[in-house]
């Protein structure tokens, strides 16, 4: 997911610097909403982690 989203946003970059910036904001836009949808992605996976861990210990 983070892949997309940096992928997003060198498109967003490349697009803006071409002048076409209502495509940038749209490519901006998605590889935030990417960005953090793979960070809270990643906490609840590492609050899950610690959980089991307590559980199993």
């Known amino acids: ?4 989203a940096l992928i997003f946003f060198i498109i967003s970059i490349v697009v803006g610097l071409l002048g076409f910036s209502g ?3 749209g490519a901006s836009t998605i590889a ?3 960005f953090f949808a793979a960070v809270a992605i ?3 996976f590492v609050l899950l982690a610690f959980l089991a861990g307590e559980v199993i210990l």
Do not use: H, P, T
């Open 1 to 4: 997911m983070l892949k997309w």
């Open 32 to 34: 935030k909403w990417l």
């Open 42 to 44: 990643f906490v609840v």
């Open 23 to 25: 495509v940038a904001a």
